[in-house]
Structures are given as C-alpha cells and as structure tokens.
C-alpha cells in the first residue's frame, strides 16, 4: 500500500526528509484503504510499514481495525534523491539550476539517487520476508510510489527505467502479491481513496 496525502505547502520534493505527515486529507485516504481491507474481508494478520512519518501513519487507521500492532522495515523507504528539500520546476526550481545538471546525466540509473535494481531488490527482499513472517493471512507493506512500482516493473518483467508520469500507483493505493511457487506474481490493484484524488497534491518523491 503507498501512504495517503502529506502536508506539503511548498511543495517541495520531501523524499526522506522528516517532519512530513498526513494531511487531513491524506488521513481520510488512509482509512479509505484500511477500509477497503476490511471491506474485501483480507485476512490480515501482519502490518508493516517504511520508517517515514507518512507510511506509518498510513498504516494506523489498518493496525486499528484488525487489533495489530505497527512494525517497521527500513527496507520498504523511499529512495535517497538530490533534489530533497526543493522544487523542481518553477521559479527558482531545481532543474533549471545548472550545478544541478551533473545529477541528471543518467536517467536509466537514475544519477540522481538510489539506482533502479537496488530499489527493486531491497523491496523484494522485505516481501519475501514478510511472506514467510506469518504462517497464513495477508502481510500489509505500507510504502512509497517509486519502491511499489519497481516491485510491479521487476515482477512484470518491464525494464526498471521508465517515464515517472506514467505510474500507476495513486495515494493510498493496494497492489496485491500473491506467492505461486517460488516467485511472487501481482494479483491485482485498488485505488480506494479513488475519489478523493482529484483534492490531492501528490510531488513530494521523484
């Protein structure tokens, strides 16, 4: 699951950056998703979340409806990148900075932060390891956009490099594992906070 909305006024790229929560608006996302688990009747016997502010108040609202506590896997965080802390675009945005230029000589690695594989590795590390944490029931990684969509590229088959407009993983969003044989296989794909979306302002990661 990705976390729901972060107050973020400026608008800034806030990557690991702490002090950034939910907003109001980001809470509401949240216990739609936690609802959505329970309205499907998911079996969930385990929630774990990134170390950020964001995904462990994401996970909340999911810990309280199924009586579990939240515990946390520094693997599930969002990628390290150079711009934290500042816009991208706009007056004053990083792109058009060119000390900034050198950090995005490689967009396939990318250049500007934790490359592509070690992404993707590290995020299946910890789904393989909360699949065997339980004996049954469903284990709920509350993550952030770029780590779930490289779990999607790496099971799909797609090549990890890709246009960051054109993911499909929207706040407070479920992408669904399952375990067939040895290798995982994505099963499916929620947005439940759905509706909320066309309210939320959603630039905090690259």
Request: proline content about 9%; glycine content about 8%.
């Amino acid at each position: 699951m990705r976390h729901g909305e972060v107050l973020n006024p400026e608008r800034v790229l806030y990557g690991r950056l702490p002090g950034f929560g939910l907003s109001p608006l980001g809470q509401k996302m949240a216990e739609a998703a936690a609802a959505d688990l329970v309205d499907r009747g998911r079996p969930v016997a385990r929630v774990v979340s990134s170390p950020l502010q964001r995904t462990r108040e994401s996970a909340e609202p999911i810990a309280a409806l199924f009586n579990l506590p939240v515990s946390t896997d520094d693997r599930l965080i969002e990628p390290k990148n150079r711009f934290e802390g500042t816009r991208l675009t706009g007056p004053g945005g990083a792109l058009r900075d060119p000390r900034n230029w050198p950090s995005l000589t490689n967009p396939l690695r990318p250049s500007w932060g934790e490359p592509f594989r070690s992404i993707a590795g590290r995020m299946l590390a910890a789904v393989d390891e909360a699949w065997r944490s339980v004996e049954d029931g469903d284990v709920v990684l509350v993550s952030h956009q770029l780590p779930i969509w490289m779990v999607h590229r790496a099971l799909t088959g797609d090549r990890l490099p890709h246009d960051p407009r054109k993911r499909r993983c929207e706040l407070s969003s479920i992408t669904t594992l399952s375990r067939r044989g040895e290798a995982f296989v994505e099963v499916g794909y929620a947005n439940p906070a759905g509706h909320l979306q066309v309210l939320a302002t959603d630039v905090g990661a690259v």
